[in-house]
């Protein structure tokens, strides 16, 4: 392509080949369409503060929907590693009698693309739950009680079988890194019904933290506001949070008074700039988080009853049982998007079940399955679940046959799994969609 070199530059067109304009042009669509994304709201409220006309307006605050909708919050119950859908919630009897057995069926796991493998039956009983007859194995009996509220999807599938990028697909839609999660867009969109809490909350296992970390949280290109807030659930709940002992009573006032008023000067020459607009929003949330996030997520106020009913009375469900009746409390408060993750780090530490499925499984699923079906309940009972999407699922699942030549483990699968959802106008009692008969794919 020519770049007219030679001619009179007042004749050429702008100056550019058509493969540079096309290329500079495109940079310019992206940065109109970042634009309308966050100026509707986040723009107009720092022009605001910026020429004195009015106090400064949070991003954070609530915005309407654009459609009518049920739900005011989520809560995302993620099973890091990948639990066995034909082992959980996707019934396949025809695996019972072909374990052992070697057959022909197409695999995508860790070790790659396989035509053939030795079935493993599930290790556990199916039988049929609540007036829809869900068949639902023997680790979540709790869970089973509770399938008139649920819709199972067991059509699902992931672009990636590997940890990592299958997470950030989850949690992103993206299977790289740099896109906001899915509750920094519900924070973006809707905004935070609490002034005085984040809203997006995520609280991890005590095992430590999934692979990709802070990215499956993120807030991606977005201002650093809408990202995840991360909760503890014992001991300090947010790092840093606390004022040192030399900002005590009004002092510590004053001087954000003083420092949002330096910002705002600030601002003002650099009207456009997400970055100042979020410091300032974060300096004020961390204040007022100081002494809302304790009351918010202290549960020493709730009856035994309730304690008892997510399992926080017994060693093996506490810790779970602990950060559900937490979302329960910050959903009651108003925040938007809470995730809880059961499992971390590594190996039998989540549910990535390679070697030995029956160990692994009744692992994770003793210590989820009565908290989970006790936030269902509670939620319930306070006529909140109407109003709250509760979803349960991990990254991919489990393929039917086994990795290792003698052990039980379930190599990933990508092709094929489930999840499901309870209310927030959810339809209950409800399956949508299938696997094949040996749960290998969608």
């Not at 495109?26 to 940065?31: D, E, L, N, R």
């Not at 609540?130 to 992931?158: Q, R, W």
């Not at 990028?165 to 896109?179: D, E, F, R, T, W």
């Not at 506001?225 to 009573?249: A, F, K, M, W």
Request: hydrophobic residues 35%; contains cysteine.
């Amino acid at each position: 392509m020519s770049q007219n070199k030679g001619k009179d530059p007042a004749g050429q067109f702008c100056g550019r080949t058509r493969r540079e304009f096309l290329w500079e042009a495109g940079a310019g669509f992206t940065s109109l369409a970042l634009g309308g994304l966050l100026g509707q709201n986040f723009f107009a409220g720092q022009s605001l503060a910026a020429d004195g006309l009015s106090s400064y307006t949070s991003p954070l605050a609530p915005n309407p929907a654009m459609l009518p909708a049920k739900a005011k919050s989520v809560i995302f119950l993620f099973m890091y590693g990948g639990p066995s859908h034909v082992d959980t919630f996707d019934y396949k009897p025809k695996l019972y009698p072909l374990d052992g057995q070697n057959i022909e069926v197409k695999t995508f796991g860790r070790g790659g693309h396989r035509k053939s493998g030795r079935v493993v039956g599930p290790k556990w009983n199916f039988k049929p739950y609540g007036e829809c007859g869900k068949y639902v194995s023997d680790l979540f009996p709790n869970v089973g009680s509770m399938v008139d509220d649920i819709s199972f999807v067991h059509s699902m599938t992931a672009d990636s079988p590997l940890h990592g990028s299958a997470m950030l697909m989850m949690n992103s839609g993206k299977v790289l890194s740099g896109a906001p999660s899915l509750g920094s867009w519900a924070n973006y969109g809707l905004g935070s019904l609490n002034e005085n809490l984040p809203g997006f909350v995520v609280m991890l296992d005590k095992t430590g933290g999934p692979i990709s970390g802070a990215k499956n949280w993120s807030s991606g290109y977005m201002p650093a506001q809408y990202q995840g807030t991360v909760l503890r659930s014992e001991g300090v709940r947010i790092l840093d949070l606390e004022p040192g002992q030399l900002l005590g009573g009004g002092i510590q006032r004053s001087v954000l008074d003083h420092l949002r008023t330096e910002n705002e000067i600030h601002a003002a020459a650099r009207v456009g700039n997400p970055d100042l607009a979020a410091r300032i929003a974060s300096y004020e949330l961390a204040y007022q988080m100081q002494s809302s996030a304790p009351e918010a997520v202290d549960i020493a106020t709730e009856d035994e009853e309730t304690k008892s009913l997510y399992g926080i009375d017994r060693d093996k469900t506490a810790d779970f049982g602990r950060k559900c009746l937490m979302a329960r409390r910050l959903v009651e408060r108003g925040v938007r998007f809470i995730q809880i993750y059961s499992g971390g780090n590594h190996n039998d530490n989540n549910w990535d079940a390679h070697g030995d499925l029956k160990y692994n499984h009744d692992k994770h699923a003793g210590a989820t399955d009565l908290p989970v079906a006790g936030l269902l309940k509670d939620l319930k009972r306070r006529g909140l679940l109407d109003e709250t999407l509760v979803i349960w699922g991990g990254e991919f699942g489990r393929q039917p046959t086994a990795e290792y030549e003698h052990l039980t483990g379930r190599d990933h699968n990508s092709y094929g799994f489930t999840m499901w959802m309870a209310g927030g106008g959810v339809k209950g009692g409800t399956s949508i969609g299938s696997t094949d008969e040996l749960g290998a794919e969608a």
